[in-house]
């Protein structure tokens, strides 16, 4: 069986470990459905000297040791936390953490883990991503990464044929579509996508696509002028949002309505309207059988052609792979039957 070895430590954070062993565990169930399951994982939760350990969360978990891990290992996972800059402090650690690496064919770390692994020297010369609110700490502690804070996860091949690829995502269920990816290149994507199905990840996402793809992540303005010029791009992406109209409604000068909305969003005003009407296009790819012209015309690019180059700047897929993925039907509402009086 493919050998998993999974590094836990006190502080880390819960799903960082669950997910990647949940997604593998689904992999021996379908394979033992199939008399398969020699052809499975074998996946194993360490920490340093073995034992229960504190997670973040409510959660413990019991681990085995580093050194009861012997042998040849496939892919070691290394998860994070907020407990991980302390860890990298502790030499002890980071050598026998750096032991492991040795021994591992291919290196996957989950969110903040990527500090982990760079301490031991793993991810030199690497293209790595983390959680993108600890990108800037990484790249600043290790110049020698080149450190992307945009993609759910990245793979980066090792120049070297004695030292591992290299597997890195970005925060919490981002770890999942990373080791998806992983079940899809070790088994096939039936397999993936049936697991994925499982997990209910009906939206499994391409390593390519941005942690920014939906306003969600964009900060709101207080209640003010800035506020009221969001909310009128949100309402009708497919609008005339270019500056001058903005600051025109809310009344305030273009330059003074640019360095307000920046401060207080975030993002100047051009990127966020980019956003919104990029997430516009995602709803309508998801939901809608409209075709790609009409979809760029509704959200604001103008041309089938402008919609799909931005969607490959911005999630890495066009709009036809895009629908091809997370297309689903509109939610149906479930009717309850009427009780009698």
Not at 91 to 113: D, N, P, Q
Not at 150 to 159: A, E, Q
Not at 265 to 281: M, N, T, Y
């Amino acid at each position: 069986m493919h050998r998993i070895v999974i590094v836990a430590f006190d502080g880390v954070q819960s799903i960082d470990v669950a997910g990647p062993a949940e997604v593998f565990a689904g992999v021996n169930t379908l394979l033992g459905s199939t008399g398969l399951e020699r052809l499975g994982y074998d996946v194993t939760i360490v920490s340093m000297d073995g034992g229960v350990v504190s997670t973040e969360s409510a959660v413990r978990l019991a681990t085995q040791s580093f050194d009861s891990v012997q042998g040849r290992i496939d892919t070691l996972v290394v998860a994070g936390g907020f407990s991980v800059w302390r860890h990298r402090d502790d030499e002890e650690f980071v050598e026998a953490l750096g032991r492991l690496v040795g021994r591992c064919g291919r290196l996957v770390t989950i969110c903040s883990g990527a500090a982990l692994a760079a301490a031991t020297g793993a991810l030199d010369g690497h293209r790595v991503t983390t959680h993108w609110a600890r990108a800037e700490r990484l790249a600043d502690a290790h110049p020698e990464l080149t450190v992307d804070a945009d993609p759910i996860f990245v793979h980066s091949p090792s120049p070297h044929a004695d030292r591992p690829d290299v597997w890195s995502s970005a925060g919490v269920t981002a770890g999942i579509d990373l080791c998806l990816a992983i079940v899809e290149l070790d088994h096939s994507t039936d397999i993936a996508q049936e697991v994925g199905r499982w997990l209910v990840m009906y939206l499994r996402r391409p390593g390519g696509q941005s942690q920014f793809a939906s306003p969600t992540w964009i900060r709101q303005a207080p209640a003010g002028p800035i506020r009221v010029a969001q909310a009128a791009v949100i309402d009708d992406p497919g609008a005339d949002h270019r500056v001058v109209r903005l600051a025109g409604r809310v009344a305030m000068s273009e330059r003074n309505f640019v360095r307000r909305f920046t401060e207080e969003v975030g993002l100047p005003p051009a990127k966020f309207v980019a956003r919104v009407r990029i997430d516009a296009a995602r709803h309508e790819l998801e939901r809608s059988d409209d075709n790609v012209a009409a979809i760029a015309r509704r959200c604001g690019f103008g041309t089938a052609e402008t919609l799909r180059r931005s969607l490959h700047r911005h999630l890495g897929v066009g709009p036809e792979e895009y629908r091809r993925r997370f297309a689903h039907p509109p939610s149906q509402t479930v009717r309850r039957k009427a009780t009698p009086a």
